[in-house]
Structures are given as structure tokens and as C-alpha cells.
T-cell receptor, first 113, second 112 residues
């Protein structure tokens, strides 16, 4: 089973709202990732968790706050977003970081109004 | 120079044709290489890893040329369902921190 699940599939939020995106995998992977993807662009890496610890933050604004409650779950907390943050947010996991294949979830399509 | 470069295409080829595209990378210390395909408004899906010895999976063949710093993907007997954007991914680098770089993608369109 190479499934990564993400909820919700779609999210519309105002600039003053607080919301969370959720990601789950049961493949025993120890690395999990958040990506942001705009239309016709490749995914941009935001955060990497390795063994439930944040190992990479690609200079992401603090209005995005990741959390890894356990080895299977990854959350992305959103607060005071801007319209330009509207994008597809993808979660991925891999056995470990670096040289391992990543498996992506279907993404959450976020619209900030 | 971008760290990972791909010809954006689109490549528009007839069904049954053979098509190939490359992905060049600038960091000679890069360690691992992958091809993903992404359909419109869907997530990237792993197509294949690229090994030093090359690898083949059915109609798909991937090669790595470390001397010239590029990877390639060859699709034989192309099908309509092969229409997608193909993303190369290069990982690893000088430091121990993860370095994951996506190419900008090559759009492939197969026509009947």
C-alpha cells in the first residue's frame, strides 16, 4: 500500500481564518514533506520532517505552521493567509529523507479569499 | 543557471511514436534521480527511479549520464494515456541536509 491521504480535498478560507490541513500515511515512512504547487509550476518544498522532527524549513512564512504529532500524521496549520497563498498543497512521504522515493497524497486545493 | 533544467515542451507526438526528453542538473554531487508524472490537477506519481546502470520498466527507459550531468526518459510505443507532465527530481548535494530539486516539467501530448 503506497497511499498517502490528505484532508480536506478543497478548502476556502478568509484571510482572518485559522484552518488545518491533515496528511496521513501508514507505510512506516519516517520522512514527511509539505509542498506548495501553483498552476503550471513544479512543487515547491516547504517543510521536511524526519523521525517526527522538523529538519528543513525552506524559509516559509510563519503563517504556515507544521506539526508532526506522530510518525503517521502531518498537519499544516494555517493562519492569516494571503490570497497569493492559494495553491495546491501536497503532502508526501518517503522511507527516509535524501535518496528515497517520495509518495504524494492527492493534495488540498486551497483558496484564500 | 537553474539547478535542474527541463525542456518545458510541449512535445506533441502521434500515438505509437517514441519520444525522449532530458533533464540536466548542475550539482555534480547529486545522489539520486527520479522521474515523476503529473496529470492535470493531480498529484505527482513516481514513474521510476534512475540508477547508474539505467533501468527499464515496460515501455519506459531511464538513463543517467553522470559525466554530462543529465538524466533521460525514453517512452516507446506511446499511448494516449502517456499524455502528462513529466517531472525530474534530483536529490542530495554537498551538505547533509536534504536537498530536493524538482525540474519545471516537460509537457507531453500524445495525439491519436
Amino acid at each position: 500500500d503506497t497511499e498517502v491521504t490528505q484532508t480536506p480535498k478543497h478548502l476556502v478560507m478568509g484571510m482572518t481564518n485559522k484552518k488545518s490541513l491533515k496528511c496521513e500515511q501508514h507505510m512506516g515512512h519516517r520522512a514527511m514533506y509539505w509542498y506548495k504547487q501553483k498552476a503550471k509550476k513544479p512543487p515547491e518544498l516547504m517543510f521536511v520532517y524526519s523521525y517526527e522532527k522538523l529538519s528543513i524549513n525552506e524559509s516559509v512564512p510563519s503563517r504556515f505552521s507544521p506539526e508532526c504529532p506522530n510518525s503517521s500524521l502531518l498537519n499544516l496549520h494555517l493562519h492569516a493567509l494571503q490570497p497569493e497563498d492559494s495553491a495546491l498543497y501536497l503532502c508526501a512521504s518517503s522511507l527516509m529523507t535524501d535518496s528515497y522515493e517520495q509518495y504524494f497524497g492527492p493534495g488540498t486545493r486551497l483558496t484564500v479569499t | 543557471r537553474k539547478e535542474v533544467e527541463q525542456d518545458p515542451g510541449p512535445f506533441n507526438v502521434p500515438e505509437g511514436a517514441t519520444v525522449a526528453f532530458n533533464c540536466t542538473y548542475s550539482n555534480s554531487a547529486s545522489q539520486s534521480f527520479f522521474w515523476y508524472r503529473q496529470d492535470c490537477r493531480k498529484e505527482p506519481k513516481l514513474l521510476m527511479s534512475v540508477y547508474s546502470s539505467g533501468n527499464e520498466d515496460g515501455r519506459f527507459t531511464a538513463q543517467l549520464n553522470r559525466a554530462s550531468q543529465y538524466i533521460s526518459l525514453l517512452i516507446r510505443d506511446s499511448k494516449l494515456s502517456d499524455s502528462a507532465t513529466y517531472l525530474c527530481v534530483v536529490t542530495g548535494g554537498y551538505s547533509s541536509a536534504s536537498k530536493i530539486i524538482f525540474g519545471s516539467g516537460t509537457r507531453l501530448s500524445i495525439r491519436p
